[in-house]
């Protein structure tokens, strides 16, 4: 049972009313919250939503929701989306570990507020890799996810509300913020500095990444690069030169989602020269090859340049050579043509001088 008090007090040369809330429970005290106002309704309207929210949350337990920390309800919510048919993907399964490093992971799940997420993210913010407002936005839409499903999925006592209630607070300190469509594509020789790089590279006995093949074939199938380490033999048709790349990532799920793609350019040329030591195509760890990409970029000075910034390239040649939105999209895998114009494609104004048509 919750009950309030409010006593008047003369502070100085002004009324205030210290505010106290209470619950019970078997006749002792289990929660204690006090708080000076200086009018009674001010003290009135926050003591009667203290008492609605002890409430409530006396409810979820009667109702046989359970109460625990964020720490388990996240790791609780790790193994259900292992053994579910959309498993968390590495970046959110990287987030959720950074984020129950920090002090809200030891609250009660029903016990975090609003002023709790922005506590972190204030914390996160001046941690030591820094992140940027876009990257605090994920870990807060991470936060929020498993607070949205941790009562229908779980059982827990939890709810997204405060999430919600802190995203004004959020954007007005700058602490979130969406993240900027990139727009790198290769520029100058930038290209063949890469491509001679790794011939050479490749020339080093220790080197067992084909690096130049897969450079290729990024560029002409516009695949992630965890779509090309995946390929595999038995799903190429030779004759109908085309490939079955599995389970593409899709906000649906990415497991059973295949699609054929048809093999441009030198693509078929480069994996028939492919040998044949497994089942995959080019069997490397796709982290090898972003690793080594970064590696490649940092000694020839070519700044801002991601590996996932190839599907981009790869995109936008298409569209420049001709191919409609809707052909390119049969290659990328989006089903969204707004998402592909708009992201994976970037034509630059050279490419329209070159046509130089005359439009008058």
Not at 214 to 241: G, M
Not at 333 to 358: F, M, S
């Amino acid at each position: 049972m919750a009950f309030y008090s409010i006593n008047k007090r003369l502070r100085g040369d002004r009324t205030v009313y210290s505010t106290s809330v209470k619950q019970k429970n078997k006749g002792k005290i289990v929660f204690s919250k006090s708080k000076t106002f200086t009018s009674r309704a001010a003290a009135l309207k926050w003591a009667r939503a203290l008492i609605s929210q002890l409430e409530a949350d006396e409810t979820n337990m009667i109702a046989g929701y359970r109460e625990i920390t964020f720490y388990e309800l996240v790791k609780e919510y790790e193994t259900y989306k292992a053994k579910s048919n959309k498993p968390l993907r590495r970046t959110a399964s990287f987030a959720y570990r950074t984020i129950v490093k920090y002090p809200i992971a030891h609250l009660l799940a029903s016990k975090i507020k609003s002023h709790d997420i922005v506590e972190y993210c204030m914390a996160r913010k001046e941690s030591v890799s820094k992140p940027g407002p876009a990257t605090i936005s994920i870990d807060v839409s991470l936060i929020r996810k498993v607070l949205r499903v941790g009562k229908s999925l779980l059982g827990v006592n939890c709810s997204q509300q405060p999430v919600v209630e802190a995203y004004q607070a959020l954007y007005d300190l700058k602490l979130i913020a969406r993240s900027k469509t990139r727009k790198r594509r290769l520029v100058g020789n930038e290209y063949d500095l890469l491509l001679n790089f790794f011939e050479q590279k490749e020339k080093h006995r220790s080197t067992v990444i084909p690096y130049r093949d897969i450079f290729n074939i990024s560029l002409s199938t516009c695949l992630r690069i965890s779509e090309v380490t995946s390929l595999r033999w038995r799903d190429l048709n030779t004759s109908a030169c085309k490939i079955m790349v599995r389970d593409r990532k899709n906000p649906n799920g990415s497991e059973g989602n295949h699609t054929e793609i048809p093999l441009l350019g030198d693509s078929l040329r480069i994996i028939l020269a492919q040998p044949r030591q497994s089942e995959f195509i080019f069997p490397v760890n796709p982290r090898s090859v972003t690793a080594g990409f970064q590696r490649a970029c940092k000694k020839l000075g070519i700044a801002d340049l991601r590996y996932h910034d190839l599907r981009r390239e790869g995109a936008t040649r298409l569209v420049e050579l001709g191919y409609t939105v809707e052909e390119v999209a049969t290659v990328t895998g989006h089903k969204d043509l707004k998402i592909l114009w708009q992201v994976y494609t970037h034509i630059t104004p050279e490419h329209l001088l070159k046509k130089n048509i005359n439009i008058v």
